[in-house]
């Protein structure tokens, strides 16, 4: 059965770090391009940083330059990297596997919650 569980979430000041991380298995990994969506209160969901299954990287404006997204294809996992921390980063983070047949076939995870607050 497939299964994307994420997990690194918690509570953290602002400019403070947080590694988010999603383990996979289930299926074939590494022809899979891999992303990171977030969801706050009363607000759509939006992409935040994907990684295509040849390395390339994507991220949302209002987070390039403060989170890097990572994969490593032997662990079957992806990484989050969230520098300098800010309060409108607070949500829940989804990990996404996004199908190279269409994205009605994508996986997701369950989440995991992201705050930044002092």
């Known amino acids: 059965q497939v299964q994307l569980v994420e997990s690194g979430g918690g509570l953290v000041q602002p400019g403070g770090s947080l590694r988010l991380s999603c383990a996979a298995s289930?299926?074939?990994?590494?022809?899979?391009?891999m992303g990171w969506y977030r969801q706050a209160p009363g607000k759509q969901r939006e992409l935040v940083a994907r990684i295509a299954s040849g390395g390339s990287t994507n991220y949302a404006d209002s987070v390039k330059g403060r989170f890097t997204i990572s994969r490593d294809n032997a662990k079957n996992t992806v990484y989050l990297q969230m520098n300098s921390l800010k309060p409108e980063d607070t949500a829940v983070y989804y990990c996404?596997?996004?199908?190279?047949?269409?994205?009605?076939?994508?996986?997701w995870g369950q989440g995991t919650q992201v705050t930044v607050s002092s």
């Open positions: 289930g299926f074939i990994f590494s022809i899979y391009g």
């Open positions: 996404n596997a996004g199908s190279p047949i269409g994205s009605r076939y994508d996986y």
